[in-house]
């Protein structure tokens, strides 16, 4: 289905446009000048994730193809993650979530 249905169109481009540019979150305690510096780094792992879990055949339609280099980055940046989160009940991530909006 992904094959034959998907096509480019504006709000296909605008995927990987968007985790380029990330904008301050709407929440007082994070101050722009702490903001400015990580966004670039931020912005790396985003497309990175939206381009890594994209299927292959769409990647490649849409110019977003991964590289092995890239697959390498997100095996690694998925390993870091699950290191991170597995000491982490679920319940507790809930309450942040809400805090943050």
């Not at 169109?9 to 990987?16: F, Q, Y």
């Not at 400015?36 to 879990?53: E, F, K, N, Q, W």
Request: charged share 20%.
């Amino acid at each position: 289905m992904v094959a034959g249905r998907l096509e480019l169109n504006g709000a296909v481009r605008d995927v990987p446009a968007e985790p380029a540019r990330p904008q301050k979150p709407p929440v007082w305690w994070v101050p722009a000048a702490l903001w400015r510096p990580s966004a670039a780094l931020a912005a790396h792992y985003a497309l990175l994730v939206t381009v890594g879990v994209l299927p292959p055949v769409l990647g490649e339609r849409f110019g977003l193809a991964r590289t092995d280099r890239q697959a390498r980055w997100l095996r690694r940046f998925a390993r870091v993650v699950r290191c991170l989160m597995a000491p982490v009940p679920p319940l507790r991530i809930a309450p942040a979530l809400f805090l943050a909006y």
